[in-house]
């Protein structure tokens, strides 16, 4: 087996983990399961960054991990973060393998990451750490090797600063370059939504296989960004009861329901969700513990842990966040028979729209909203069904029925393509 200390983190070491464990179970060929354990790979940068300040420049880390680059071009988001690191992108490179490989879309997984707080930096600043991150990885990425989208700590714009810093590199426009733009730069209508409206689309099935009726399930959704936003609308229209979301500055409860769009509309004046009417202002950290049917962590990573696992009352979780629940609490939730609909299964309507926007942009044909969100159901439902049915008939739980699409799909392939030279 080969040692890999260059991706030493704890979430490097949950992926491979989880991915051994399944692996073992499956009685995947040793060669295989060596080669899918390390990206095939990985770009660390360092770029020096100036400051508004002028004087000021500081030297930032970036990082770009391909983890599986034999079906097609590698594809995954950006993500800028403090406390980013190489294991965490290379953790996060697997799980878009598998994520691609279970919804069935021609891609393997890449990450990326930027250790910078973007929080703290302004548009400008915002805008020369992109540009100059993209120079950075201008040789590794391309609509034909490698597709970045946003993730945590990016959106639109940094997308399409990245697609113009690409473009005015090589002399003409790429769109395909990459995905989760504007649809002014041939971005895909439904992209911005894809994720949250991906896992609600799944909240009937997980219902079904739970035996609880659908209408009224009552849902909390941690996050309130990009994907646990639009997973709050789509709740409510699909007839669930919004009951509490959360952000950085603490959750909205109203056991009677929520007005999600009127929160929404609070966030884009105020920001934050503190000072909302109409609801109960709790503690961030207490949404986990609420008395509802269905949790929906779709901030960060690891806040489903072995302290709070117990404490969660939901008999559903569906993941929108990327590793949510550590392998401890994956456990214990296992152990009380709660139902997790996994991240790589559950939040994989983004990377299918941006399948989609770049299918779009390679042909330069556009679908209409109809089309798009029509697509993206029947992919999501067809992939709950087959993960399902391996979880009935192998008698495991969703997360490791879903490996178990994913890793499957991916040893095929390279079985098929043998060892160069
Ligand atoms: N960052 C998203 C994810 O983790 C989307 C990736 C993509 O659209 O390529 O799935």
């Not at 406390?83 to 879309?105: F, H, P, Q, S, Y």
């Not at 990885?137 to 597709?147: F, H, K, L, R, Y």
């Not at 690891?302 to 609490?329: F, M, Y």
């Amino acid at each position: 087996m080969p040692t890999a200390h260059e991706f030493d983190s704890p979430m490097y070491h949950e992926a491979v983990g989880q991915f051994s464990e399944v692996a073992e179970l499956m009685g995947l060929d040793e060669n295989i399961a060596d080669r899918l354990k390390v990206p095939q790979k990985s770009t660390v940068v360092a770029f020096p960054f100036r400051h508004d300040t002028y004087a000021e420049v500081e030297t930032i880390f970036g990082y770009r991990v391909q983890h599986l680059t034999t079906m097609g071009p590698t594809k995954g988001g950006i993500r800028f973060a403090p406390d980013v690191d190489l294991g965490e992108v290379a953790a996060l490179a697997m799980w878009m393998t598998w994520k691609c490989a279970i919804v069935g879309v021609p891609f393997g997984g890449a990450k990326g990451g930027v250790r910078v707080d973007p929080m703290a930096l302004s548009r400008a600043e915002l805008q020369r750490v992109t540009r100059r991150f993209t120079m950075e990885i201008i040789n590794v990425i391309g609509p034909e090797t490698d597709i970045p989208a946003p993730d945590l700590g990016t959106n639109e714009q940094v997308m399409a600063w990245l697609m113009d810093t690409y473009s005015q590199h090589v002399g003409h426009a790429v769109p395909a370059v990459v995905t989760g733009k504007p649809p002014a730069l041939g971005g895909s209508v439904a992209r911005r939504e894809a994720t949250g409206r991906g896992l609600m689309f799944l909240l009937p099935q997980a219902a079904a296989a739970r035996d609880i009726k659908p209408e009224g399930v009552t849902t909390a959704i941690h996050g309130f960004g990009n994907v646990g936003r639009y997973a709050a609308v789509a709740g409510e229209q699909m007839g669930a009861k919004v009951v509490a979301v959360s952000d950085i500055s603490g959750a909205l409860y109203n056991p009677d329901g929520l007005n999600v769009d009127a929160a929404a509309k609070w966030v884009d004046e105020h920001r934050f969700l503190e000072g909302f009417p109409d609801a109960d202002f709790i503690d961030g950290d207490k949404i986990f513990e609420l008395p509802v049917d269905v949790l929906v962590p779709a901030a960060i990573q690891g806040v489903l842990t072995e302290d709070n696992a117990d404490s969660v009352q939901a008999k559903i979780v569906i993941e929108g966040a990327n590793n949510p629940t550590t392998l401890a609490a994956d456990k214990k939730l296992r152990g009380r028979e709660v139902f997790i609909v996994p991240d790589i299964l559950a939040n994989a309507g983004g990377v299918t729209v941006s399948y989609f926007e770049w299918v779009q942009d390679v042909q330069k044909y556009f679908w209409t909203e109809n089309e798009t969100v029509g697509r993206l159901r029947e992919i999501m439902v067809r992939a709950f069904d087959d993960v399902h049915t391996i979880a009935t008939s192998e008698n495991v739980d969703m997360r490791t029925a879903a490996l178990i699409k994913g890793i499957r799909r991916v040893a095929d392939a390279k079985l098929v393509r043998g060892v160069f030279p």
